[in-house]
């Protein structure tokens, strides 16, 4: 659903802000962030029909892999529902920015953070809107290890038993975890088998292509059917070659060299 | 109350469309006023307590009020991250109906003994908290309760015939309830154990000890106020709550007495020790943990003797 909008969001400003702020803060979560960045885009600049963040009428957005807030705070900037000094509060006292998204926050829906709970929430978001009558949707975006957690089969269950068709997941495939490698610590594959197993109309996209991530969800059929997921190929990291498919940049904070070097790579505008 | 439960919601439902009811595939036989009366507002979620209540604070989000129904320990304990960083969180009008407080199931075993819950939804502050005594209070309690901002725990019984002599059906959140006044003893109870305690007091009576029973069933907020009062008139204080004596209706009781400086002696009646493996009825169980009227006068008596002993 394509909507009119005055600014438009690229995944090289969503990148920017990470590093910007990850480096301001000195956090870490940046490849995690990184790894999200073009579906956040895709998400806040053309997907989401989002007028304002009090509409009731909004589409949801869950973050359920909350510890890759700051992508999606960066976005909020962009869309002009938080301000940049917003922005510069994050990780500090008295901010609404936490590593991990709090519903206070303009633009924020849920509160997440604990991983297996978002699916939960966005399938009762979507289930709201059915039982409203109302064409929103919700689109909640996983990780792949977040499918460790059992909570999330219940609720790939019952979105699957009741056709929500107005709910779309997306996984973040990027094949890492906090400890290591999914394949070495809790094997997912085949993804797109295991939810087309569960009922689900299944999508495999590379999740750093902007344009088919439109074009994917522009053609779901989101008013009867199936939930829909699309499992979206990426790189943990993308963008900075020294975080890509790194495990240590799931947690670890940039250094000033680290930092020049990632702004370069993403092409940072000053 | 299981049936005050469904009644009560039934009639509230409609009244107001925003009111659901989902269950973890619980309440055969008990959620049906409400399932034959709304089937388009009435989801079974299966066996998926987690789900239910992600469910809830999505629904709730978008403006509904959604009830969930299930046996205690599954309705709080399995899901209680989800509550925590659900209804709590985002501060949303779920109701958890939570059937079973204390030894209700009793034959079903430990796996469906409710002991800890009021203990572990007494931690979170945004969560109103309350455990009606018997049917007709659990029926005031919804009627007053349903429409509040934030979310509510409500731990229930099965029971709904038996009824507590004097307390007549009234609550009031933050308050407590006097059933029987005395002079010798306090009683402060909690939940459907309630009838126990009021029948003890009867008994105790015949043996010219007086005890005043004041009804806890607004654990959060708390009737302090009502508490500081009832605890400054009595040297000896016996809580009484189907629960581990940790956490519940004992140790708000003793923090209120330690906080407010009052030199009351508590004696704390409920659960002490870890299930043995065997079985059998709820009273079976009230007599392996003190719970039973009989046991309770015994109790009574001996704080009574304690008190004597120490006043000489």
Same mark, same amino acid.
């Given at each position: 659903m394509l909507q009119e909008k005055t600014v438009s969001i690229s995944a090289?400003q969503i990148?920017?802000i990470?590093?910007?702020?990850?480096?301001?803060?000195?956090?870490?979560?940046?490849?995690?962030?990184?790894?999200i960045a073009d579906i956040v885009a895709a998400l806040y600049d053309n997907i989401l029909n989002i007028p304002n963040p009090e509409d009731p009428e909004r589409d949801r957005f869950v973050l359920s892999k909350g510890?890759a807030a700051l992508a999606v705070y960066a976005a909020l900037a962009l869309r002009g529902w938080i301000t940049e000094a917003d922005l510069?509060t994050y990780?500090?006292?008295?901010s609404l920015l936490g590593?991990h998204p709090e519903h206070a926050l303009r633009g924020i829906d849920f509160s997440t953070g604990?991983?297996?709970q978002g699916l939960s929430m966005a399938t009762g978001a979507a289930l709201a809107a059915r039982l409203q009558k109302s064409p929103r949707r919700v689109f909640a975006l996983l990780?792949?290890?977040?499918?460790?957690?059992?909570?999330?089969?219940?609720a790939?269950?019952?979105a699957?038993?009741h056709?929500l068709a107005n709910l779309v997941a997306i996984?973040?495939?990027?094949?890492?975890?906090?400890?290591?490698?999914?394949?070495?610590?809790?094997?997912?594959?085949?993804?797109?088998?295991?939810?087309?197993?569960?009922?689900?109309?299944?999508?495999?996209?590379?999740?750093?292509?902007v344009?088919?991530l439109n074009e994917t969800v522009a053609k779901l059929n989101t008013s009867d059917?199936?939930p829909h997921?699309l499992?979206?190929?990426?790189?943990?990291? +993308?963008?900075?070659?020294?975080?890509?498919?790194?495990?240590?940049?799931?947690?670890?904070?940039?250094?000033?060299?680290?930092?020049?070097?990632?702004?370069?790579?993403?092409?940072?505008?000053? | 109350?299981?049936?005050?439960?469904?009644?009560?919601?039934?009639?509230?439902?409609?009244?107001d469309p925003r009111i659901l009811?989902? &269950?973890?595939?619980?309440?055969?036989?008990?959620?049906?006023?409400?399932?034959?009366?709304?089937?388009?507002r009435?989801?079974?979620?299966?066996?998926?307590?987690?789900?239910?209540?992600g469910l809830s604070t999505g629904l709730a989000e978008a403006g509904f009020i959604p009830?969930?129904?299930?046996?205690?320990?599954?309705?709080?304990?399995?899901?209680?991250?989800?509550?925590?960083n659900g209804p709590?969180l985002h501060h949303l009008p779920v109701?958890?109906?939570?059937?079973?407080?204390?030894?209700?199931?009793?034959?079903?075993?430990?796996?469906?003994?409710?002991?800890?819950?009021?203990?572990?939804?007494?931690?979170?502050?945004?969560?109103?908290?309350?455990?009606?005594?018997?049917?007709?209070?659990?029926?005031?309690?919804?009627?007053?309760?349903?429409d509040?901002a934030g979310p509510?725990?409500?731990?229930?019984?099965?029971?709904?015939?038996?009824?507590?002599?004097?307390?007549?059906?009234?609550?009031?959140?933050?308050?407590?309830?006097?059933?029987?006044?005395?002079?010798?003893?306090?009683?402060?109870?909690?939940?459907?154990?309630?009838?126990?305690?009021?029948?003890?007091?009867?008994?105790?009576? /015949?043996?010219?000890?007086?005890?005043?029973?004041? /009804?806890?069933?607004?654990?959060?907020?708390?009737?302090?106020?009502?508490?500081?009062?009832?605890?400054?008139?009595?040297?000896?204080?016996?809580? /009484?709550?189907?629960?581990?004596?940790?956490?519940?209706?004992?140790?708000?009781?003793?923090?209120?007495?330690?906080?407010?400086?009052?030199?009351?002696?508590?004696?704390?009646?409920?659960?002490?020790?870890?299930?043995?493996?065997? &079985?059998?009825?709820?009273?079976?169980?009230? +007599?392996?943990?003190?719970?039973?009227?009989?046991?309770?006068?015994?109790?009574?008596?001996?704080?009574?003797?304690?008190?004597?002993?120490?006043?000489?």
């Amino acid at each position: 659903m394509l909507q009119e909008k005055t600014v438009s969001i690229s995944a090289r400003q969503i990148r920017q802000i990470v590093l910007e702020q990850s480096k301001r803060a000195n956090v870490g979560h940046i490849g995690s962030a990184l790894s999200i960045a073009d579906i956040v885009a895709a998400l806040y600049d053309n997907i989401l029909n989002i007028p304002n963040p009090e509409d009731p009428e909004r589409d949801r957005f869950v973050l359920s892999k909350g510890h890759a807030a700051l992508a999606v705070y960066a976005a909020l900037a962009l869309r002009g529902w938080i301000t940049e000094a917003d922005l510069n509060t994050y990780c500090g006292d008295d901010s609404l920015l936490g590593v991990h998204p709090e519903h206070a926050l303009r633009g924020i829906d849920f509160s997440t953070g604990s991983l297996g709970q978002g699916l939960s929430m966005a399938t009762g978001a979507a289930l709201a809107a059915r039982l409203q009558k109302s064409p929103r949707r919700v689109f909640a975006l996983l990780s792949d290890a977040e499918c460790n957690e059992g909570s999330v089969w219940e609720a790939i269950m019952f979105a699957a038993h009741h056709r929500l068709a107005n709910l779309v997941a997306i996984i973040d495939l990027n094949g890492q975890q906090a400890l290591g490698y999914t394949e070495q610590i809790i094997k997912l594959s085949s993804m797109a088998e295991r939810w087309r197993a569960f009922g689900w109309d299944v999508h495999e996209v590379d999740g750093h292509d902007v344009a088919q991530l439109n074009e994917t969800v522009a053609k779901l059929n989101t008013s009867d059917g199936a939930p829909h997921v699309l499992v979206a190929h990426t790189t943990f990291g +993308k963008g900075v070659s020294y975080m890509e498919k790194q495990i240590k940049w799931h947690y670890w904070p940039m250094s000033e060299a680290e930092y020049q070097q990632a702004l370069t790579e993403i092409g940072a505008v000053q | 109350m299981r049936a005050a439960f469904a009644n009560t919601i039934t009639e509230l439902a409609e009244r107001d469309p925003r009111i659901l009811l989902l &269950t973890g595939d619980l309440g055969y036989m008990a959620l049906e006023p409400f399932s034959d009366k709304f089937p388009q507002r009435f989801i079974n979620v299966g066996v998926a307590e987690q789900n239910m209540i992600g469910l809830s604070t999505g629904l709730a989000e978008a403006g509904f009020i959604p009830f969930v129904y299930s046996i205690v320990t599954f309705a709080a304990l399995r899901p209680y991250e989800f509550i925590r960083n659900g209804p709590v969180l985002h501060h949303l009008p779920v109701r958890i109906a939570a059937i079973g407080g204390g030894y209700e199931y009793g034959p079903a075993g430990p796996t469906h003994h409710g002991l800890e819950d009021v203990g572990v939804m007494r931690l979170q502050p945004g969560l109103t908290l309350v455990a009606p005594a018997d049917a007709q209070q659990a029926r005031t309690v919804i009627l007053k309760t349903w429409d509040i901002a934030g979310p509510v725990y409500y731990r229930l019984g099965k029971d709904d015939k038996t009824i507590v002599p004097g307390l007549d059906g009234r609550f009031e959140l933050g308050r407590a309830q006097y059933i029987r006044e005395g002079n010798h003893l306090l009683f402060v109870t909690m939940g459907n154990v309630t009838s126990e305690v009021a029948a003890a007091a009867e008994l105790l009576a /015949v043996q010219e000890v007086n005890c005043t029973v004041l /009804v806890v069933a607004s654990l959060n907020p708390a009737p302090v106020q009502d508490l500081v009062e009832a605890l400054a008139r009595f040297e000896t204080v016996l809580t /009484v709550e189907a629960h581990y004596v940790v956490g519940g209706v004992g140790s708000l009781v003793s923090e209120v007495a330690a906080e407010h400086g009052l030199g009351c002696r508590v004696v704390r009646c409920g659960v002490k020790n870890s299930p043995t493996g065997t &079985t059998g009825s709820q009273n079976y169980y009230y +007599k392996q943990n003190g719970l039973t009227r009989q046991a309770l006068v015994e109790t009574a008596l001996q704080a009574m003797s304690d008190l004597e002993v120490r006043s000489k």
